[in-house]
């Protein structure tokens, strides 16, 4: 791995809940702009890093939103607002001189690149950093299995899930005083305590695969490089 780091490659999951800030919904371009920062901080020390972006904030399958709708079609909406995030996230970087491609799931030529595993590879090699968009192209999956997905194909050392907690908790550490942080997990403890770190798809998946899952608090600035420098505050599941 590049100098002091602990990883080659990495994916860095990030949901549609961090990307509107303070907002009650929708895209912050501030908040945008900082996670941009903190991608390109790390890219520009050379590790290959390419980003799943969720979609939660704009529209997703289950929500109330989507009221009678069928649930394809509501999954598709969400897949749709992923592809926004997206777009969003590549402006950012690319504001900062960070050279980034967008690969969509859901083939959409004129917007993005369709999905191409081999391309994406490349592209990482190259030092650009890849946005895959549109989870994995299909209904009743979620972002989680998208991330997990795709960090199996790229060859990914970890999976980074940047949440706004620093880590999985005993319990909710919003609601509960008494709850302490994990520094270290299995995955079937993950799956057994049901611990919704991630959904049980893309669990299941990083065990298979044996990556590790790193979650982290990616609001806290220079998160992103301590962690994967093995420093700062952070749960890992392996
Ligand atoms: N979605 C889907 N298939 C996928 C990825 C996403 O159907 O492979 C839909 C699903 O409706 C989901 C929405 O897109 O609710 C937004 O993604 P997600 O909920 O994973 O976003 P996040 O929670 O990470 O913001």
Redesign the pocket.
Same mark, same amino acid.
Do not use: C, H, Q, W
């Given at each position: 791995p590049a100098h002091g780091f602990r990883y080659n490659r990495v994916l860095l999951?990030?949901?549609?809940?961090?990307?509107m800030g303070d907002q009650a919904y929708g895209i912050d371009m501030k908040t945008v702009g900082l996670v941009a920062e903190a991608v390109a901080k790390v890219a520009r020390e050379g590790v290959e890093i390419c980003l799943?972006?969720? @979609?939660?904030?704009? *529209?997703?399958?289950? &929500?109330k939103a989507?009221g009678d709708m069928d649930?394809?079609s509501?999954?598709?909406?969400?897949?749709?607002?992923?592809i926004m995030?997206a777009l969003a996230m590549q402006s950012a970087l690319e504001k900062i001189g960070v050279a980034t491609r967008v690969q969509s799931?859901i083939p959409m030529a004129a917007i993005a690149e369709p999905y191409i595993r081999r391309r994406a590879m490349r592209h990482l090699e190259k030092g650009r950093v890849v946005i895959f968009a549109?989870?994995? @192209?299909?209904?009743? *999956?979620?972002?989680? &299995?998208?991330a997990a997905l795709r960090a199996a194909e790229m060859g990914c050392d970890a999976l980074l899930k940047g949440t706004s907690v620093d880590g999985v908790y005993t319990a909710d550490p919003k609601k509960d005083a008494s709850a302490t942080r994990y520094k270290t997990l299995t995955y079937q403890e993950v799956l057994s305590k049901d611990l919704r770190v991630m959904?049980a798809s893309a669990i299941s998946m990083m065990r298979d695969t044996g990556i590790p899952i790193v979650v982290f608090s990616i609001r806290e600035e220079g998160s992103l490089l301590r962690v994967l420098k093995g420093e700062g505050v952070y749960t890992v599941i392996t």
């Open positions: 999951k990030v949901s549609g809940e961090v990307l799943v972006i969720g @979609g939660g904030n704009i *529209f997703r399958g289950l &929500s989507a649930r394809a509501a999954d598709y909406m969400g897949m749709l607002a992923t995030n799931a549109a989870g994995v @192209g299909a209904p009743f *999956f979620t972002t989680d &299995s998208g959904d």
